[in-house]
């Protein structure tokens, strides 16, 4: 678990780090091999066996100064890159780690923090947490502002007070009961490689890709060491998103796109991605989806995009969709794309009703879309959170209004209800499946009212529990009650 004194810094970084408790977000994930599993437990990283017994943190994982937030496997199972939150109660413990020029940004704007709190509270006047103060001004840059913040209060206590003079309980809210509570608040980002050695166990091998940018959403190339990460847009805030390359190295970096959404995915020989992007400049519902080249047959990165046949990358539209969801796309081992859609054609007569939003596969390489044949009811509205097979055959479902999860055949499009809802509950977690046939997901133990970490196996009634030997608490979060919940969209 994590540590005490770790702890009592969690609700200063609850709004900084963007931790959505509305989402189903990946909390248990097997490897491809289905041989462990890496499960975030209140932001430490721990790993299962096959049976889903937990084995402990990686060795070297640092855990009083770090808190996990995601993780990506690669394609043999044998590692996965961590995204985690690096904690420090002093400036100087962090800046040699970020690259120059975000540290030097950092620095500069805490000479300014006075002056821009000054002006923020004229305009927005006073509020119970300086955190939406701060976010008015931030737009994609709240980890350079906060971090600025507490520099200053290192630095200039008495300026940054002086200037909330006109805002008394935002000041209390950050001033803290001694000096080291109001400066220990420096983070950044940073991704960490975790190998599995040849006696089993896991250690953390090197961290890369220290940034005051967070990640949204990142996948591991299946074919080569480069990974694919989502980062929220600077100038687009949370509305857009920037989509770059690494080497598992650090070696080396770049960038695939710009103002696009956060949802991609691997092509299946690793070489290249699709992504899901806003038609123009806009942030609507309307989206592209785009297949992106970027390596070349050795890994390496391709020429800039430039005239079709020079070699350089290349972008391809595939398809047009509406998704009025959160943005998800997966890839087929044979290369097709699903995505979800709401049918229909604009425009539309005013008051009609809206069909429901349905599954969709279009080749990778571009041709004709068609439609997964699922029965009126066995989709929900809230179609952006889904998860496929290893072998494409199959997608559970579940969404963000109930903890119903369905899984769905792509080929026949028939549904099958493995966890039916209970009123009030809400998924907070996505399904990961074990293997093609074996799906785990979260679902509610009416006896005490907690989660439990479930194996659903195709051919066999009863379910597995995975989790009832964890230590009490760690599937805090991953269900949410709550009384005025919604009726489920997922029937059987």
Not at 58 to 86: C, Q, Y
Not at 238 to 251: T, Y
Not at 363 to 370: A, T
Request: aromatic share 6%.
């Amino acid at each position: 678990m994590l540590p005490l004194k770790t702890r009592h810094l969690i609700p200063l970084f609850v709004f900084l780090l963007g931790l959505c408790a509305c989402e189903p977000k990946e909390r248990a994930v097997w490897s491809p091999d289905g041989r462990s599993a890496a499960v975030m437990i209140e932001h430490e990283l721990h790993f299962t066996d096959e049976k889903g017994d937990l084995t402990g943190p990686p060795t070297g994982a640092d855990t009083d100064r770090t808190l996990v937030e995601k993780v990506a496997w690669s394609g043999d199972g044998s590692s996965l890159v961590v995204h985690r939150i690096r904690l420090a109660p002093r400036w100087e413990e962090l800046s040699p780690l970020l690259p120059t020029a975000e540290a030097e940004r950092v620095e500069a704007v805490a000479a300014r923090i006075p002056e821009l709190l000054r002006s923020a509270v004229v305009f927005h006047g006073d509020r119970d947490r300086i955190d939406p103060i701060l976010d008015r001004l931030a737009g994609g840059e709240n980890e350079l502002l906060h971090n600025a913040l507490h520099l200053a209060l290192a630095k200039n206590r008495s300026a940054v007070a002086d200037a909330l003079t006109d805002a008394p309980k935002a000041w209390r809210s950050i001033a803290g009961k001694t000096e080291e509570e109001e400066t220990a608040g420096f983070y950044l980002h940073e991704l960490a490689l975790v190998r599995r050695g040849e006696d089993g166990e896991w250690k953390v091998a090197e961290t890369f890709g220290h940034s005051l940018r967070g990640i949204v959403s990142m996948a591991i190339s299946p074919g080569f060491p480069v990974l694919a990460v989502s980062r929220v847009d600077r100038a687009g805030g949370e509305k857009g998103h920037d989509l770059e390359w690494i080497h598992l190295d650090g070696s080396a970096r770049g960038t695939i796109a710009t103002r696009v959404s956060p949802a991609f995915s691997w092509m299946p020989d690793g070489r290249g991605l699709v992504m899901l992007a806003p038609v123009g400049t806009g942030q609507g519902p309307l989206l592209r989806v785009l297949r992106r080249d970027l390596l070349d047959a050795e890994g390496r990165p391709l020429a800039e995009e430039g005239e079709e046949g020079t070699g350089g990358v290349r972008t391809r539209e595939l398809a047009l969709a509406i998704q009025p969801f959160a943005p998800r796309l997966a890839v087929l081992p044979g290369g097709e794309v699903l995505f979800a859609s709401q049918p229909g054609s604009l425009p539309m007569k005013g008051g009609e009703t809206v069909r429901q939003p349905r599954l969709y596969l279009v080749p990778g390489e571009g041709g004709e879309i068609r439609e997964v044949p699922t029965g009126e009811g066995a989709l929900p509205m809230d179609l952006g959170y889904f998860v496929l097979s290893p072998d494409g055959r199959r997608l559970a479902v579940v969404e963000s209004g109930s903890d119903a999860v369905a899984v769905i055949d792509l080929a026949s499009g028939a549904s099958e209800l493995v966890s039916g809802p209970h009123p009030g509950w809400k998924c907070r977690s996505l399904p990961s499946w074990k293997s093609s046939d074996e799906l785990s997901f979260a679902a509610l133990d009416p006896a005490t009212g907690t989660a439990r970490w479930l194996l659903w196996k195709e051919g066999e009634e009863e379910l597995i529990s995975l989790s009832d030997d964890w230590p009490a608490g760690s599937t805090a979060g991953w269900l949410e009650y709550k009384k005025e919940s919604e009726p489920p969209a997922i029937t059987p």
